[in-house]
């Protein structure tokens, strides 16, 4: 019989071979699991993950009812980082669902929270979502600015991110802006 550990680890990798709806099923096994086994706190990441596999299926009001229930088991815990974690997935959905207020409001405060755990890089990635959500509703200015923030906490950043590093040193340099140390290193 295949414990909590199992079903968790056999549910990951359903969702990262993109079978998600077999992985919401797993997850679905992995929290009765680790509910039986008293563990709350597994048992509310397992809703997460499933709200990730339903958010995956198209179902993003369902994942929004796991992640919700995720959230208050981590406030309640006041575990900072799950509670970041599960806030900036909520700021996904809602994000897909349109809802761009409400998605900058999750990513403000997921933001804040990994900055207060001490989890620079996710910090930054938070704020490039930030950044993404402005850009895509026009606020060009004001989302070059949140890049720069982002970019300036992202360690190991991906092509991308590298090339909106590039462009905004150079704007610095064309536009005598002094930016941040990086492009200053750079």
Avoid at 121 to 140: F, P
């Amino acid at each position: 019989m295949a414990t909590a550990d199992d079903l968790k680890d056999q549910g990951i990798k359903q969702f990262m071979q993109q079978d998600y709806a077999q992985a919401a099923d797993t997850f679905r096994a992995a929290r009765s699991a680790y509910a039986g086994d008293g563990d709350e706190v597994m048992a509310a990441e397992m809703q997460v993950n499933l709200g990730l596999a339903l958010h995956a299926l198209g179902e993003s009001r369902q994942a929004l009812e796991e992640m919700s229930a995720a959230h208050a088991v981590f406030q309640a815990r006041a575990d900072t980082h799950r509670l970041a974690q599960v806030l900036g997935n909520m700021a996904r959905v809602y994000a897909r669902l349109g809802n761009t207020e409400q998605a900058v409001t999750n990513y403000r405060e997921a933001s804040a929270l990994f900055l207060e755990a001490g989890d620079e890089e996710n910090y930054g990635q938070t704020v490039l979502a930030i950044a993404d959500l402005q850009l895509r509703s026009g606020q060009v200015t004001q989302a070059t600015a949140t890049y720069e923030i982002g970019l300036d906490y992202v360690k190991n950043p991906n092509a991308r991110q590298k090339m909106m590093r590039s462009l905004l040193g150079l704007r610095n340099r064309l536009t005598g802006q002094g930016g941040s140390a990086q492009d200053q290193e750079g």
